[in-house]
């Protein structure tokens, strides 16, 4: 069992920037692949980046160049530090981690985007 608790959101002017963190419990971080999700009020979740245990990543075209996403094995947190936002990044942003196949949320954290 994996469990995960989100934080870091708020409300930021267009252009401005945040850092989400992902703080998650259980011995199996470190072999965790750690996911980052978003759903925009109206719309399906969508993907917004990846870490591998590898520290592989991988980002949403839509976020690429803005967002960094990392790992910290040591404190079991997975960073999203989100720069340059715009209106259209509003949005509940959920973490996820997949441990031996099997994937686990978080409740999400609400950033909200001003212009």
């Known amino acids: 069992q994996v469990q995960l608790v989100e934080s870091g959101g708020g409300q930021v002017q267009a252009g401005g920037s945040l850092r989400l963190s992902c703080a998650a419990s259980?011995?199996?971080?470190?072999?965790?692949?750690m996911y980052w999700f978003r759903q925009a009020p109206g719309k399906e979740r969508e993907f917004v980046a990846s870490i591998g245990w590898t520290r592989i990543t991988y980002y949403a075209d839509s976020v690429k160049g803005r967002f960094i996403i990392s790992r910290d094995n040591a404190k079991n947190t997975v960073y999203l530090q989100m720069n340059s936002l715009n209106p259209e990044d509003t949005a509940d942003y959920y973490c996820?981690?997949?441990?031996?196949?099997?994937?686990?949320w978080g409740q999400g954290t609400q950033v909200t985007v001003s212009s």
């Open positions: 259980g011995r199996t971080f470190s072999t965790a692949a």
């Open positions: 996820k981690a997949v441990v031996d196949g099997i994937g686990y």
